[in-house]
């Protein structure tokens, strides 16, 4: 009887350990194209910005520029690994600015549209602002 049952066991291991490897490639092809994984349980943060995915023994980390429904080609950065990686975002310079009454965190390329408008609606033509 103990015989069958380590026999069950070690087939259903083997039959997890295979199952992960073809979702683990499935998915890093498909994260390498800038696709969502498939194969995976979607877990979105408190604050919306860092989306998770758990597979079969990896993970998929997504820090998303606007929203979770964004589309997925609109991460910031993703990385791939085992369930025990830990991924932060690096740190950017940022710098706010208050503009009609509103703070603005300027910290990226994909802002110059932002510093192009206030430039251009700005009210002081001829006098130095702070």
């Not at 199952?19 to 490639?25: A, K, L």
Request: proline content about 3%; aromatic content about 10%.
């Amino acid at each position: 009887m103990k015989k069958k049952i380590c026999i069950g066991i070690g087939i259903f291991l083997i039959l997890f350990i295979i199952g992960g490897i073809i979702t683990n490639y499935a998915d890093g092809g498909r994260v390498e194209t800038g696709h969502e994984p498939k194969y995976c349980i979607k877990v979105v943060s408190n604050d919306g910005n860092k989306v998770t995915y758990w597979g079969l023994g990896y993970k998929v980390i997504r820090y998303i520029g606007v929203s979770p429904n964004e589309p997925y080609e609109n991460n910031i950065g993703v990385k791939m690994g085992s369930w025990f990686m830990k991924y932060e975002l690096p740190k950017s310079n940022t710098v706010e600015i208050e503009y009609e009454g509103q703070t603005i965190n300027v910290a990226d390329i994909k802002d110059i549209g932002t510093i192009k408008n206030i430039l251009l609606n700005s009210k002081y033509d001829s006098e130095i602002c702070k």
